[in-house]
């Protein structure tokens, strides 16, 4: 969307969390799905900026947050493979992931994923959360 388009959404709070990054780019959750979904009885599963388990925390107070970490060296390497992200991008990024590790112990849960491979991760993600809805 465009930065005028998340401006809205953020000045009419329709955002439960969001977060502006130095240069240039702004990620946000939407509150209105996740409140359909919690409406209807399911599971809301979101993934979040790094940074923001706060502001999740302020909208849904009894949400559990995990954190899905990976290595510094690591999310380098993915962030420049996917060629999407300038040098000022990647290392604000990598910054940012070493700001949020020492804030792990906001969270409920932490998940390392050490091997690159998300997939593994996830699954345990998900079991957590099945464990926390019932």
Known sequence: MS????QELEKGRKL?????FEFGMSYGLPVEPVEAALAAGKTAFCLIDLGTV???RRHWPHCTSILLYAPVEQLRGRL?????HTTEQVEERLGNAS???AKRT???QVLM?????????LEQALAICRRSTK
């Open 54 to 56: 706060d502001q999740i």
């Open 3 to 6: 930065a005028e388009e998340f």
């Open 80 to 84: 420049l493979a996917r060629g999407g």
């Open 106 to 108: 906001l969270y409920d």
């Open 16 to 20: 439960a969390a969001w977060r502006h």
């Open 99 to 101: 700001l949020v590790w």
């Open 113 to 121: 994923n050490e091997d690159g491979r998300w997939d593994n991760t």
